[in-house]
């Protein structure tokens, strides 16, 4: 039998409490930063600590962090690997320990608890980082084969936001033996980005910060931050080819396929808008759980594009009504009980969301069609005619640069947010040349008609306060 996401869950931070962690509850998905849209990683509630900007109230920690990530929104149905919102487990040491006890912990959890067989397991450090090598190869034993050095881009860490706490990081994948697209299978490590070697989890030295000119100096103390995700593991765990396969899909897949009469398995393109769905559900229940509202700004914004892209996926499975608002109910079921929160703020799920499909579909059909004409007239998109699917039937840059990416038609985005920008100026004037009335006839007039207001709070207020 294998282990399911809730057994994997919840051996990680036994594991790590076992080793003198303080188990801490998941942060909102909304940081208390500034810097960051999303809560991107289990760092990011911690970045004040690693900063050196507060102090630590304990020394070691560990996490199961919600998180949201919109660089990955593209990939998200693509892969067997990326959502836009997952669970990342994570275990930290705020100046307390460092790589070696980093390097043998994740060890000695994924091969004696996990039971994960050695020879699948393969690691990368950062390209000078000997001391993490030497740990591999010495303390833990890994053959020099299954060592990568790698770069800057694969293996270091950070920051989170513009500025901040990052380092040289190591990472552990496992070989998941699939070859069928690799173009060099003799020299495959997990420097080829074939997808054979699945990376699971980060060990991050957080050694420095980076200022606003990519200038690094040591922090003080000498930090660990790790993420494992959590998805990842339950797909290799339960021997499966991607995420969506796992215990933690199941169910939201199965809802899919009664809601819009498909079968996953069936054909690549259906099982595309098929995790794109499943995808984007839990991301919809939990974003909006944590108090984001679909708008055309920031997290609002970001959140309507993913509506927006998992309605489009319904229809390219043949839906035309409203779907989508059935399935967080079914996200419920998967992690109500882990995140307590989404079984709270469940029918404010689904309100929200029927309200957005309702919205989205009065338009849908029509932008469709008007999108079609324009590419079969001109084989391009203006910058006016991107202004105008956005304008009048809500399709944003992003949604239709995927409905055309086939095509591969130039798109003038330039131009598009020329004119995005001279809208926004155009309200801006609008809102400063209201006047407000200097006259104030109309006031004294309606004051004669109705007679004056009382203030009658004092009497009829029920609820006492106590003056200190
Ligand atoms: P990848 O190279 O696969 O995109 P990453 O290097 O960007 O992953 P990290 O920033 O190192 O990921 O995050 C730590 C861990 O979190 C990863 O090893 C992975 O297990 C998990 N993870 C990262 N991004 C995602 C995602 N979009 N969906 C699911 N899990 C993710
Ligand atoms: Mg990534
Ligand atoms: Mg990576
Ligand atoms: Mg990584």
Redesign the pocket.
């Known amino acids: 039998r294998y282990m399911t996401g809730h057994e994997i869950r919840e051996s990680f931070l036994k594991f790590f409490e076992s080793k003198k962690h303080t188990i801490l509850p998941s942060a909102s998905l909304i940081p208390n930063d500034p810097q960051l849209m999303f809560t991107?990683?289990?760092m990011v509630p911690f970045k004040p600590i690693f900063w050196g900007k507060i102090e630590p109230t304990y020394p070691r920690v560990a996490t199961c962090q919600k998180?949201v990530?919109t660089?990955?929104i593209d990939?998200?149905g693509r892969?067997p690997?990326?959502?836009?919102?997952?669970?990342?487990l994570?275990n930290f040491s705020f100046g307390d320990y460092f790589k070696k006890e980093a390097i043998e912990w994740a060890w000695e959890y994924i091969t004696e608890v996990l039971k994960i067989p050695e020879d699948k397991l393969w690691v990368s450090v950062y390209h000078d980082d000997d001391e993490a090598y030497e740990i591999w190869r010495n303390n833990v034993g890994i053959s020099e084969k299954r060592i990568v050095r790698l770069g800057k881009d694969?293996n270091w860490?950070g920051p989170a936001g513009p500025t901040g706490p990052c380092g040289p990081?190591s990472?552990?994948f496992v070989d998941t033996g699939r070859t069928k697209d690799c173009p060099d299978v003799e020299n495959c490590s997990p420097a080829c980005d074939c997808g054979r070697f699945?990376?699971?989890?980060?060990l991050?030295f957080t050694e420095y910060n980076m200022d606003g000119d990519g200038n690094l100096t040591r922090l003080k103390k000498k930090n660990i931050d790790?993420?494992?995700?959590?998805?990842?593991?339950a797909a290799i765990m339960q021997g499966v080819s991607s995420?969506f396969e796992t215990d933690m899909f199941k169910p939201i897949v199965e809802r899919i396929e009664g809601l819009l009469n498909v079968k996953y398995g069936v054909s690549d393109k259906s099982d595309v808008s098929i995790r794109v769905i499943a995808d984007h559900s839990r991301a919809i229940t939990f974003l909006i759980t944590d108090g984001v509202l679909p708008s055309n700004e920031g997290r609002g914004y970001v959140l309507r594009r993913i509506m927006r892209r998992a309605i489009r996926h319904g229809s390219l499975l043949g839906s035309s009504k409203p779907f989508l608002y059935k399935i967080p109910e079914v996200v419920v079921v998967t992690l109500g009980d882990v995140y307590p929160e989404i079984k709270e703020k469940l029918s404010l799920v689904e309100e929200i969301t029927l309200k957005e499909e309702e919205r989205f579909l009065t338009t849908f059909e029509s932008g469709t069609k008007r999108l079609w004409q324009i590419v079969e007239k001109k084989n391009r998109l203006d910058g006016e005619d991107l202004f105008l699917l956005h304008d009048t039937y809500g399709f944003h840059l992003e949604l239709v640069e995927e409905i055309v990416a086939e095509k591969n038609l130039p798109l003038d985005k330039e131009g598009f947010k020329a004119l995005m920008e001279q809208q926004r100026e155009r309200a801006r004037k609008a809102a400063g040349n209201v006047e407000y009335e200097k006259d104030s006839s109309r006031y004294r007039k309606a004051y004669e008609i109705i007679g004056g207001t009382k203030f009658v709070g004092y009497e009829k207020l029920t609820v006492k306060t106590k003056i200190a």
Do not use: P, Y
């Not at 690997?81 to 990342?88: A, I, L, Y």
């Not at 699945?198 to 980060?202: D, H, I, P, S, T």
């Not at 494992?228 to 593991?233: D, I, K, Q, S």
């Open positions: 991107v990683a289990g998180c990530r660089v990955d990939n998200v892969t690997r990326h959502h836009t919102f997952f669970e990342m994570g694969d860490w990081s990472e552990i699945l990376e699971f989890w980060n991050v790790t993420g494992l995700g959590l998805e990842r593991m995420n």
